[in-house]
């Protein structure tokens, strides 16, 4: 039986539903949460639970060469992504202010979550360690992006029935967004 748990962070907003802490494996209830999104405004699965198909990627920090080819596949499928019915979300532990730099500097067309303290990581099994700053230059300012933790990369699809249906904890980066438009054209259907 699956233990259940809410938590509610009032200065971060972030809240989650969580299965047992050893990970999601597919066919599991996908995780509910909030958090803050790259503008500020909070993002809720719940808005999008039966809906679509909602790809959920965890990547490890704005900004930085893997996670920066990583968004930018997103960004350029936007359209098929559409198509097909799926709505994406990243998300890292960097604080908000850089995901709104790594928007801006990017183009990026799909929301950012902050998860500072890693509770939506932890949620899904996802693995995180230590954060890290880096400064990074946008326009003709330089920023310095800092984040409390470090996520891996693994990448989730919630099905249209609210469930896990895709986990991928080997990502690359690059391949990603081909792997995962590959997977719910090919066998989606299935499910």
């Known amino acids: 039986m699956k233990i259940q748990?809410?938590?509610?962070?009032?200065?971060?907003?972030?809240?989650?539903?969580?299965?047992?802490?050893?990970?999601l494996s597919l066919g599991d209830d996908a995780p509910?949460?909030?958090?803050?999104?790259?503008d500020g405004s909070i993002w809720d699965i719940q808005n999008y639970l039966g809906k679509s198909y909602i790809v959920v990627y965890f990547y490890p920090a704005a900004m930085t060469g893997g996670c920066t080819k990583q968004a930018c596949s997103y960004r350029d499928?936007?359209?098929?992504l559409l198509e097909?019915?799926?709505?994406?979300v990243g998300v890292s532990g960097d604080k908000i202010e850089s995901l709104s730099l790594f928007k801006q500097a990017e183009n990026?067309?799909?929301?950012?979550?902050?998860?500072?303290k890693g509770d939506i990581a932890k949620a899904?099994?996802?693995?995180?360690?230590?954060?890290?700053?880096?400064?990074?230059t946008v326009g003709e300012a330089e920023y310095e992006l800092v984040r409390d933790i470090t996520t891996r990369r693994w990448t989730f699809i919630v099905g249209k029935n609210s469930k896990?249906?895709?986990i991928n904890d080997s990502v690359n980066a690059e391949n990603?967004?081909?792997e995962v438009l590959n997977f719910i054209k090919n066998q989606a259907s299935y499910l």
């Open 84 to 88: 097909a019915g799926i709505e994406v």
């Open 5 to 23: 748990i809410f938590a509610f962070a009032i200065f971060i907003f972030t809240s989650f539903s969580m299965p047992d802490q050893q990970g």
């Open 164 to 166: 896990i249906i895709y």
């Open 108 to 116: 990026l067309n799909f929301t950012l979550l902050s998860d500072e």
């Open 124 to 136: 899904f099994g996802v693995p995180v360690s230590e954060g890290g700053t880096i400064k990074r």
């Open 32 to 38: 509910v949460f909030k958090a803050f999104a790259d």
């Open 176 to 178: 990603d967004t081909e």
């Open 77 to 80: 499928h936007r359209e098929d």
